[in-house]
């Protein structure tokens, strides 16, 4: 089964350009690009119980062995990204193709108005995929770049001002982070000879202790700027919340996510094989303080808004301060909880933006004052929000609870207090926030008058759902979110057991390395941590 390997990088690609063929048949791009999303998601399931059961999946391009050639590699983590993010990719493209036209709140409804929306959205998907897939430092920054390009045209589709101006910040701080990438890849050639992640991962124990450390704090801050650690979050409350709806839905919940990815992929199979390295030294210390700084900044941010989709921007950068935590634990427990949490919060993430779109598509405004009594007149969204509301918090039963469980039983299992009571007070404060929004949401009446263009009934009320709040198949592809965030929590067992699994393979490198060079490995190689 490694020829499944790369299908969820193929197929959304050879879709994207099927679907410029079709530009003027909407109908037809529609069916692709739902086809060809549907398709990765078998693929990655498959790839996923294959990777589970029989370890680590590889595919040499061209019959070319690694490191020779361009590898690609799917273990438990990377296989569980790829059904996370596929699903929510089908589910958010669902939602955009039932937003219809221009609305009272100024969205531009992207997909039906924009031949290039569905090509876009498909590379995205490709260079999202590629950058789970890729065992080799240059492939992913070309998935990067991918994804980037991608990210850069669903930004500013409808051309509004806030939307350029806003994207333009977003741009130039990407393109600062691929020139720092392209120059730690540089560098890391310069050092080892290679880009191969597993050859890497075999040579690194040959250089100093000093250019160790240097290596990791450089990916860690190229990476950063995308996963939108602190200091390096600031581009990110300014630029999501003026993207079309269902862009700043999958943005929400993948793009920051790929970053965390790549700061736990490269961590741990770069710096965590030598007792001198990651692990229970100084880059642990770094992330660690790095985490709870993330966590402050988000929730206080967040608390600080009347804007819904900003305030839900900030509290993305708490949810990353949180997989730092469990990531700078270095301990088997810390980084199943963070493969754990990291599902929990694509699922959440996206879910909370696509009811921010349904608030927008019902009221017209989605500033907190201007809106109000939403329990009554969409029931519906309010329901929506609650599940992934009281996950965010971590109120029990739900999957946040767990995620945050884990994580604190994780840092009080290192004796790391100071970073458990910062992530327990942040989590009381998220609750608060949260709070906030659902009264001023969904309960009381607005504070300020909602703008003229609110009272005007959008194009697309004629198929709303009753008191669903928005057309039936945005309603639905949000219900679909909401039904996964539950099943997450039916299963959270037999999930948290895959995550631990998972974290084992992250934390002996050995699993890694030997399944891509086979028997190439160097004797001297060690790992275990």
Known sequence: MSSLVPLPIVIPLLAAALSVAFAKVRMAQRILSIGALGASVVVSVLLLIQADEDGVVIMDAGGWPAPLGITYVVDRL?????????AMMLVVLLYAIGQGGVRHDGDPGVESRHAAFHPIYLVLAAGVAGSFAT????????AFEMMLAASYVLMMLGGRGPQIRAGMTYVVISLVASALFIAALALLYASTGTVNMADLATRMPELSSEVRTGFSLLLITT???KAALFPLFFWLPDSYPTAPGPVTAI????LTKVGVYAIVRTQLLLFGGDGDGFGGSRQGTVLLVVAGCTMLVGVLGALAQDDLKRALSFHIIGQIGYMIFGLGLFTLAGIAAVVFYIIQTILVKTNLFLVAGLVDEHVGSGRISQVGGLARSAPVIAVFFAVPALSLAGLPPSSGFAGKFALVDAGIGADEWWIVAIALVVSLLTLFSMTKIWAGVFWGEAEVPPPPSASVPPPTSASTVGRAGGPWLMVGATGIAVALSIAYVVWAGPI????????ADLLDPRVYVQAVLRDRTPASFGGGG
């Open 78 to 86: 990377s296989a569980i990204m790829l059904v996370t993010s596929s």
């Open 135 to 142: 065992g080799d430092m240059f492939n992913l920054f070309v």
């Open 496 to 503: 948290y057991e895959l995550a631990e699994r998972a974290a």
């Open 223 to 225: 990476f950063g700027v």
């Open 251 to 254: 943005f929400a919940g993948l």
